[in-house]
């Protein structure tokens, strides 16, 4: 769903990535209203490391997000982009600096720069043949590409040790404390070897939690302390100074938006039969139409949170309005819930500082995602299921929505994640 429907005809294509010494380049492709252009940008290593780590994209057109967005607490930018063959198309997002940031702000046609842009000129170009898959520059000479393939050889070899190494240390929650900790203190300045993709959400495993209390719980109620044990999912506290959009090496979460509907029970008893649990982000002008269904996800122990009152895009919006917006959708919500509302996910995920601090105000936490399967378009269960299946779903964060192809498509998804030997995660 685009948030910016007027400018959905312009696109940028990723058509080159390269190193060449100290310097990092990329060529892209521009299609706009006035035509086709290539561009070749000079971006800093930061943001190169973030986008080669996501690779793969020989043999995919790669088609990046023409709008960046500002992490207020973590205070640096990310973006996304879309990977794309014949069968199916994947979202992911990495952080980028505020140089490239600005550099596809650029990219705007003068006529469609917002008000406080300053004009930017693209002189169209005659409109070469269509743009192949990513690919090397041929033009190359063979030394230079051997000496081009050799060095990123080596940066393979020493980013697997690297994450040979995190391996090591995955279910050691000192180690890993102190590399979200490392995370949080730097920004631009960290060497590009130990940049995250991604921010990780904090997680709280059950060895972490251990106080007196439950040992004594253990003691007295062992059929219960190992039922906890049992359970296929784990609840994750989110922290509310940042945004959450990846997990965890070997956790999984769903999450379910634009409900309640007629098929919010549906779900819910799919998830509870496979023993699993999802996020629901309700929005409040349907609460007010399936008040029923919002009682239902909440009174079996499914996460209900806001995602606004109307689905606009909240980042047009004034301070009035947003309060007034998520206050009505939560007050709605829960008059029909016994817990409270604490998570709110965005429409479109779009988020600027204003409206992250009337959420944090609203005593919510920011929720997005960073696996699309796009299931809203999809014309059958197959095509939802086949996304699963083709992409790595450890670390993810799955957005979805409460459609008829989806729900035929949840048992299987589910038995797939399973397979995969991965715990489920719910917000909260």
Known sequence: MSVHPANAARMIELLSLEQRQDVYRMEVGLTHSSGFARKMLIIDEYTYMQLNQLGPFEGRRVRLSPYPKWDPFRRTFFSSLIKMNKTFSETLY?????????QLVGFWPEEELPSDSEPTSLTPEVPPPAPSPLNRRRSLRPARLVLL????FGC????FLLRMD????????????DSVQAAEVSEFSVPAPYVPVIQAAEYQSSQMQAVPEDVQLRQQHPAEAQKEEDKLYEEIELEGDSYQYSLPQGYVALSFDDGPSKYTRQIVDILQEHGVAANFLFIGQNARRYPAEVRYADEHGMPVGNHSWDHSDMTRNSSQENRENLERATRELEQNMLSAVTVFRPPYGAVNDELAAEVGRQQMKLLLWNRDPEDWKAGNAEQVLRYFQMTDPSGGMYLLHEKAVTVKALPDIITHLKAKGLKFAIFK
């Not at 995190?166 to 404390?177: D, I, P, Q, V």
Request: charge should be negative; glycine fraction near 6%.
């Open 94 to 102: 990495f952080a980028c600096s505020s140089d490239y940031a600005s």
């Open 149 to 152: 393939i050799g060095i990123l």
């Open 156 to 159: 393979l070899i020493a980013l």
């Open 166 to 177: 995190g391996k090591l240390f995955r279910n050691s929650a000192e180690a890993y404390e």
